[in-house]
């Protein structure tokens, strides 16, 4: 099967396919975060080699939008460099700063920018996060069973860590952990937890339905689900449950009748009124309360950043993240959260640096979205990193969910060039 689809396929689509389906191998050597974070990095050395060899890609139709993204992500460096300046850190810490700001915030317009530039096989992402659901699946059952009989879930520690990463968690293998709040396991996968792999199901789960064969379609639907439940993410259960609806209305705002059914249904719900509004407070507050210390942490992380960003630092940031005090469990300060993450960071110059190339390609992608297919799953894509921001880094997992950037940036190019020429029909 993997042969049929990589017939004609070039080096970097290979990379791409092998980037995928290994990842459960990476896992178990601890390699997964040194995969990710390098693989983007090779796959442009790879293309701009072809390049040089057969001439630059034709395709120039959405070089604003790839310029916003590499601007946007080049600022994000210039501002951590000024922060490095400002508060007199050393010249090695600005060296470590920038090998992360390399595998972190560059890999968002990289991963974009191939995806726009490089030719990409159709359904060579989709059948390779079904087959990364299939091996979700077999994780779980095997992992389960690790727990039914009493062993621990964590097994060690890689001794890639040496490498250099964001903390231990990135290089560690485990089977599950223990949410200390129930007693009972929470999974995590392939990722450093589990809130993380809840975003992960989503994007695995909208690119599994451009799956055309309809078992490959249901195995990689069933593991991106299976994911999201294990991983105990509410972030992740709310999303996973209303990415779909949302991006309907959202691609169809130009169909009356939709729009016409759907203010209908906002009248019936409506007509129960107080009661509908305190079932969904109640199950809200129910949401929040299965994890009530980390709700506490979070709000309070929240807190704390933006009070020394707005003191300390509100242009520029302070170039570095700290660790908190005690009672927020000596976690870094902004991290549950992209943008107020940013703001301490990099100030308002990072937040401006991500928000605008994320709320034009949103804006463009929800224009396409009203007559293509193809940029109603991109927008679905985008709206999910947009709305997980406000609950994970986007920096520290762009590692993870690069295949979801790249499938943007195809799409970016196949909308462009709908737009340049309306009367050609073209499919990713």
Not at 115 to 130: D, F, H, S, V
Request: with cysteine; net charge positive; proline share 5%.
């Amino acid at each position: 099967m993997p042969a049929k689809i990589l017939d004609n396929t070039s080096a970097e689509e290979r990379l791409i396919w092998y980037g995928l389906v290994l990842t459960y191998p990476a896992y178990v050597l601890g390699a997964t975060y040194i995969v990710g974070s390098l693989l983007g990095w090779l796959i442009v050395a790879v293309f701009v080699l072809r390049c040089f060899v057969e001439g630059k890609p034709k395709s120039q139709a959405v070089s604003s939008l790839l310029c916003l993204w590499i601007v946007g992500m080049l600022v994000m460096e210039l501002a951590l460099i000024y922060g490095h300046l400002n508060f007199n850190l050393s010249g090695g810490q600005l060296i470590k700063s920038t090998i992360g700001w390399a595998k972190g915030w560059a890999l968002l317009a990289l991963f974009i920018v191939l995806g726009a530039l490089m030719p990409l096989k159709t359904n060579l992402i989709p059948r390779a996060c079904c087959i990364l659901g299939l091996h979700s699946l077999l994780f779980f059952v095997v992992s389960l069973l690790v727990f039914l009989v009493g062993l621990s879930g964590e097994v060690y520690v890689s001794p890639l860590k040496v490498v250099g990463g964001p903390g231990p968690a990135f290089f560690e293998f485990k089977f599950f952990g223990i949410n200390p709040e129930t007693g009972w396991p929470r999974w995590q996968y392939f990722a450093p937890w589990s809130p993380a792999i809840g975003l992960q199901s989503c994007l695995l789960m909208i690119l599994c339905l451009k799956e055309k064969n309809t078992g490959w379609k249901v195995v990689g639907i069933s593991g991106a689900l299976i994911m999201c439940l294990s991983s105990q993410s509410r972030a992740g259960w709310v999303i996973f449950v209303f990415i779909l609806p949302l991006t309907l209305v959202l691609s169809n705002l130009h169909n009356v009748k939709l729009l016409f059914a759907s203010a209908i249904g906002f009248a019936v719900v409506a007509l129960p009124g107080l009661v509908l509004i305190e079932w969904v407070l109640d199950l809200y507050q129910q949401i929040k309360e299965s994890r009530p210390d980390s709700t506490r942490v979070r709000k309070a992380l929240a807190t704390l950043a933006l009070q020394r960003w707005e003191h300390e630092a509100p242009v520029w940031g302070h170039g570095i993240v700290e660790n908190g005090p005690k009672y927020v469990e000596r976690m870094p300060i902004g991290t549950h959260h992209s943008w107020y993450g940013l703001l301490f960071v990099k100030g308002a110059v990072g937040a401006v640096a991500l928000a605008l190339p994320l709320l034009i390609t949103t804006l463009f992608l929800l224009l396409q979205a009203q007559q293509s297919k193809n940029a109603q799953t991109a927008l679905a894509l985008i709206l999910i990193l947009f709305i997980y921001s406000f609950f994970e880094n986007l920096e520290i997992l762009s590692y993870l969910y690069w295949p979801a950037l790249l499938w943007i940036g195809a799409s970016l190019k196949v909308e462009a060039e709908h737009c340049v020429k309306p009367n050609r029909q073209v499919n990713l």
